[in-house]
Nanobody
Framework: QMQLVESGGGLVQPGGSLKLSCAASGSDFSDYHMAWYRQAPGKERNLVAR???????DYADSVQGRFTISRDNAKDMLYLQMNGLKPEDTAVYYC?????????WGNGTLVTVSS
């Protein structure tokens, strides 16, 4: 069983930056493929970025070149650096950990991009 706790959300102006963090505990973090998803009000949850156990990243087209996902296996931490934020990035951002036999979610952190 893995527990995930996101932090770092908040209100930011368009063009600004935020860094989200996800603290993992309860299982071997390095065994999991990790990802960030987001869900805007009234919309479905969508993949933002993911990173494999080998630290290979992959991004949704909408955030490519603006967001950077990273992981620190020594600290059991997942990060999402978000630059050039747009109003359409407003959503609850969720941390996800996945491997065969396990799929876990955090409770999310709200990011609001508004002037």
């Amino acid at each position: 069983q893995m527990q995930l706790v996101e932090s770092g959300g908040g209100l930011v102006q368009p063009g600004g930056s935020l860094k989200l963090s996800c603290a993992a505990s309860g299982s071997d973090f390095s065994d999991y493929h990790m990802a960030w998803y987001r869900q805007a009000p009234g919309k479905e949850r969508n993949l933002v970025a993911r990173i494999t156990t080998y630290a290979t990243p992959d991004y949704a087209d909408s955030v490519q070149g603006r967001f950077t996902i990273s992981r620190d296996n020594a600290k059991d931490m997942l990060y999402l650096q978000m630059n050039g934020l747009k109003p359409e990035d407003t959503a609850v951002y969720y941390c996800n950990a996945r491997k065969i036999g396990g799929n876990y979610w955090g409770n999310g952190t709200l990011v609001t991009v508004s002037s």
